[in-house]
């Protein structure tokens, strides 16, 4: 009896603990207001409770509501009554094109987003906003296993404007009811070192910790209804022509991930200058 009455008081300790922390937290703000816009987060109060709960407990204890019609999806595209989408992906094979290595993905990161998150005490350091991002009209958040739904204002800008022009482009060109869907974003050591245990490709050297960096499948779209079928391949070329543009217009840097079956985009700061390649590279699993 003893034992249970200890065992029920550090629970709720535990319990408020997190509370504590998950209030305090509460500087970071959705990725999506009501009009699918990225809003800036507001600066993290003075003071802070002591580290008592692990990071991922911190981080994971805060507020994960979406629009319950965004948050929806259907886990199959049709098959049937295809049409031929018009689309302009950039000649070659998309492996050979979006292929700039990585050491210039965690230059730029490094130079844009926020410190990596180590610890539990590096998130009260943080010197940048980084914004909550939820699904919306403009892309599907996946159920994030290794990573966390932030990222900084330019990064996330950048994903909404992806989606933006993907669905843009549909209606353009004779409709179809499709999101991309986003498969990783903000990462710590620790969602690192969980992720080399099912994945020991996976690099520390991700510029994923930067918040900097997000991931959109091509694998998959998110069917959100009845309307005009496309075809899966149709559908990533139209990303891969959007995409396309912008890594001209040096918005951003891209790898296409055939393992992960996915777009790993990093936005570019203003006046980056590309730093010397180091000796070994390698660009799957980042």
Known sequence: MRNLSIYTGIHIT????????????????????ENN???????????????????????ASMDTTVNACWGLKVNKMPDDDIQKLSVNPPAGRLREIFRDSNYIHYAAGKQLGINPIIDLDDIWDIKRDLIKI????????????????????????LLHEIGRSFNDSLKARGGGRYRIKVTSMLRTDQSI????RVNRAAV?????????????????????GPD???????????????????????????IYESR????HITACPKNFIKPEPPVCQDNEDL
């Not at 699904?135 to 990064?155: G, M, N, Q, R």
């Not at 992960?260 to 777009?263: E, G, I, K, V």
């Open 14 to 33: 535990r319990v408020i603990a997190i509370t504590l922390l998950a209030v305090t937290l509460s500087f970071i703000t959705t990725g999506c207001n």
């Open 37 to 59: 816009d990225s809003v800036s987060a507001t600066s993290l109060q003075k003071g802070r409770p002591s580290p008592v709960e692990p990071l991922d407990a911190v981080l």
């Open 134 to 157: 939820n699904s919306c009209a403009d892309f599907y958040v996946d159920t994030l296993h290794h990573s966390y739904p932030y990222l900084v204002p330019e990064a996330a800008n």
């Open 193 to 196: 070192s969980r992720l080399r």
């Open 204 to 224: 520390d050297s991700s510029a994923h910790r930067f918040g900097t960096t997000f991931d959109i499948c091509f694998s998959f779209f998110i069917w959100d």
């Open 228 to 254: 005009v079928n496309r075809s899966q391949e149709d559908l990533k070329n139209l990303l891969a022509e959007i995409l396309w543009k912008l890594r001209q217009q040096q918005r951003c840097f891209i």
């Open 260 to 263: 992960r079956s996915c777009f």
